[in-house]
């Protein structure tokens, strides 16, 4: 006999059946957007010279996430923060684009930080150097990943040394004052026919010379910054550490000193170097290669910088760091994605490689660190930045100027060493006001 159903059931099991309808609909919606996310446009800013060798993780991540599609943008960098900031200004601008590892204060209030569920600061401390973490890090959030670490180590010309008949390298600062009388050569008069040392100039005539006299100071234990880092301390940390390296850096270029061996007169110290009119200056990976392209025959070693003390239990090497990494703009509008790909490039080992290999850059991942050690180009420049710091600058062009005036000033005679430091700090205290109004 048929089963016969009431009206009100009839009405149940349609409405059951259209209910399930609708359930089996959103599921099988939402299966389809897993699997096909949506396609997302990402552009990253950076140097020219940098798009031949970034064309490798643009393609690596290209294959990984195949529905990101992401442009490369050359910007000259004479010009590039001055577009930058027009760019963001006017609501446009990259997801993705490269700030120096000094930057953070200067361009924090444009950046977004990397959501804690993609990368947290305790991935960070595994996969970076301490120095990373100083400069990209505030408020326990990362807001920029690099892909390299260079250092300032002393460049050597191997011929002067061997002519002078020194076997090695200082590895003291006071070594480094003991081999000058060796390797510089003076004139009857008393001027410096070849230095032993590019050292104690300012920036005219040195390249690197307020990053030198920075590590100098720091190493002598002047904190650089205040706790807040808000403004410039030379001052602090033991008893006159910062006037103390200051006048250690300005003896160099004092003719009455024993350890004389440069002046404002000598031709820049890129130029001497690879002209051997200098047996030492102080420089990157990336002054090193530069070196070399203009003069290859030119024999050049690579050893640590110098430092007050080694080989005992309270000596510490402190190293100076300078690279550059990659940040994601708080107006990006695929920020999640922007990360994803920072995070892709700076965190994958073979990427990176890729990278480093087409640039001869020192490794950012202490992974790679540790393969490069044995490098006889890279493997001192690598191993540094696990001893390396920086300090935080409001404006690291105008610190530059700064530090290399006081310099100036100070061996012109215009202003003692003392009061020239004091200049400098104040100076640098009211870019750090500045820069804090501006943000």
């Excluded at 996310?37 to 490798?56: C, S």
Aim: proline share 6%; charged share 20%; hydrophobic share 45%.
């Amino acid at each position: 006999m048929p089963v016969k159903f009431s009206q009100k059931q009839i009405i149940i099991v349609v409405g059951a059946i259209v209910i399930l309808g609708v359930l089996y609909f959103v599921i099988t919606s939402n299966l389809r957007r897993d699997s096909a996310p949506p396609e997302v446009k990402l552009t990253v800013w950076g140097p020219a010279d940098e798009k031949r060798a970034i064309q490798g993780i643009l393609d690596g991540y290209g294959a990984l996430r195949p529905n990101v599609k992401i442009s490369y943008e050359s910007v000259e960098a004479a010009g590039y923060r001055e577009q930058l900031v027009n760019a963001l200004a006017a609501g446009g601008g990259p997801d993705v684009f490269f700030i120096g590892n000094r930057s953070l204060l200067r361009e924090i209030n444009k950046l977004t930080a990397a959501p804690e569920s993609q990368f947290g600061l305790a991935k960070f401390k595994e996969l970076f150097p301490t120095v990373v973490e100083q400069d990209f890090v505030r408020g326990g959030k990362a807001y920029a990943l690099p892909l390299y670490i260079d250092t300032l180590a002393l460049v050597y010309n191997t011929g002067a040394f061997d002519q002078a008949a020194i076997a090695s390298p200082p590895r003291t600062w006071n070594e480094f004052q003991q081999v000058i009388p060796y390797l510089r050569v003076l004139n009857a008069n008393g001027q410096i026919v070849k230095a032993a040392a590019a050292i104690g100039g300012t920036e005219k005539t040195m390249k690197n010379a307020a990053d030198l006299l920075s590590v100098i100071m720091m190493q002598n234990g002047a904190p650089m910054t205040d706790t807040s880092g808000s403004r410039a301390d030379f001052s602090g940390g033991p008893k006159g550490a910062g006037l103390t390296a200051f006048n250690f850096y300005l003896q160099f270029a004092n003719a009455a000193s024993g350890a004389y061996t440069w002046n404002e007169n000598q031709p820049y110290s890129m130029d001497a170097a690879g002209s051997g009119r200098t047996a030492m200056i102080f420089g990157y990976a990336a002054d090193l290669a530069a070196i070399k392209k203009k003069n290859p025959l030119v024999s050049l070693g690579v050893a640590p910088l110098p430092q007050i003390k080694i080989g005992t239990p309270d000596a510490t090497a402190v190293n100076y760091a300078s690279y550059a990494g990659l940040a994601v703009s708080k107006q990006s509008k695929a920020s999640e994605w922007a990360w994803d790909f920072v995070i892709y490039a700076a965190t994958t080992p073979a990427t990176s490689k890729s990278y480093l290999d087409a640039t001869r850059r020192p490794p950012a991942l202490r992974s790679l660190i540790a393969q490069t050690v044995n490098d006889p180009d890279l493997g001192i420049f690598a191993r540094q930045a696990l001893t390396a710091r920086s300090w935080p600058q409001p404006d690291e062009a105008r610190v530059r100027a700064i530090m290399s005036g006081a310099i100036g000033a100070a061996l012109s005679g215009q202003l003692d060493s003392a009061r020239g430091l004091d200049r400098a700090e104040d100076q640098i205290t009211q870019v750090f006001a500045a820069t804090t109004k501006e943000n």
